[in-house]
């Protein structure tokens, strides 16, 4: 049983530093095409695209000097404990260099090897860090030490649909709308990163100025293995 933890985390670490080098790389390259063509667009002279593409490795470099920041438990204060969950809790929590209030979501390994739970939690974490979109929550910074995983990601004080629901108990035609069309958003975010969310209700929807697509991250789908860009499975 202990062997087959220790493979399985093995294989895990690997395959994340690998995916990770990928993605990356994949970023940089988007944001390298897209300076090129505002550029083109704005009819830029020589010496002053020479300057933008200085300007923008050099805040490239200092992008990735940040990523390589290792951060860990001692640089955030917990404040207080906002959810629990079955692998562990959500607490709100303030870095300490910078002062800003971040969630962040605690799970214990151990409960997750021992519910063989490592590929859910694999899926939320790919989503949150390939997400870019308003609709979706954001990752901040992710670690680990022998016994959880961290996940830092933007606190969303608005509370969740639920909330909304049990608060206002009936929602008026026009509201009622907006909410349906921001929902359809933020899951067709979901969909096109190449994901399924599979439970999908009241409580996955949270909210600051707008709608995030937030929560049980952990029951998403890839709709490709990760080899290959063709389907796997449809599911509703």
Known sequence: MAMT???????????????????????????????????????????????????????????????RTRLGLEDFESLKVIGRGAFGELQLVQKKDTGHVYAMKILRKADMLEKEQVGHIRAERDVLVEADSLWVVKMLYSFQDKLNLYLIMEFLPGGDMMTLLIKKDILTEEKTQFYIAETVLAIDSIHQLGFIHETSNQTTFFWTHHLHLCGNFAYCRALWPSCSREPAFCQS
Not at 38 to 57: I, P, Q, T
């Open 5 to 67: 933890k220790r493979v399985t985390m093995t294989k895990v670490t690997l395959e994340n530093f690998y995916s990770n080098l990928i993605t990356q790389h994949e970023e940089q390259e988007m944001r390298q095409k897209k300076l090129e063509k505002v550029m083109e667009e704005g009819g830029l002279k020589d010496e002053e695209k020479r300057l933008r593409r200085s300007a923008h490795a050099r805040k490239e470099t200092e992008f990735l000097r940040t990523k």
